[in-house]
């Protein structure tokens, strides 16, 4: 599965953004899509994910609350939209497919994966 991560950028803390992965290729072998991010210096850490098919979302506890997964099935597409942004939020985002088993949380999960988006919150 080919993944292109793209909506990132530099803005205030507080307001909001909304990053956008489209999915290709192998699709069928895909059971669902997640966001991961990684910050200067700190490890890659999971953020959210969605599945292809029903509701379940899965949200890190940091941001859960602030943070809304969603998806158009029809566009292949995942979308993360980000809220009440803060300083924080720093870091360039990864969105990833996985398979049908393993746990959604964990980064070695997923085969699949984006280029990444940088999202710098800053005044």
């Known amino acids: 599965v080919q993944l292109q991560a793209s909506g990132g950028g530099l803005v205030q803390p507080g307001v909001s953004l909304t990053l956008s992965c489209a999915a290709a290729?192998?699709?069928?072998?895909?059971?669902?899509v997640a966001w991961f991010r990684q910050a200067p210096g700190k490890e890659r850490e999971f953020v959210a994910a969605?599945?292809?098919?029903?509701?379940?979302?899965y949200y890190a506890n940091s941001i859960k609350g602030r943070f809304t997964i969603s998806r158009d099935n029809a566009k292949n597409t995942v979308y993360l939209q980000m809220n009440s942004l803060k300083p924080e939020d720093t870091a360039v985002y990864y969105c990833?497919?996985?398979?049908?088993?393993?746990?959604?949380?964990?980064?070695?999960?997923?085969?699949?994966w984006g280029q990444g988006t940088q999202v710098t919150v800053s005044s």
């Open positions: 990833a497919s996985r398979g049908f088993s393993g746990s959604y949380y964990r980064a070695t999960e997923y085969p699949d």
């Open positions: 969605i599945r292809w098919s029903g509701s379940d979302t």
């Open positions: 290729g192998r699709t069928f072998s895909s059971s669902a």
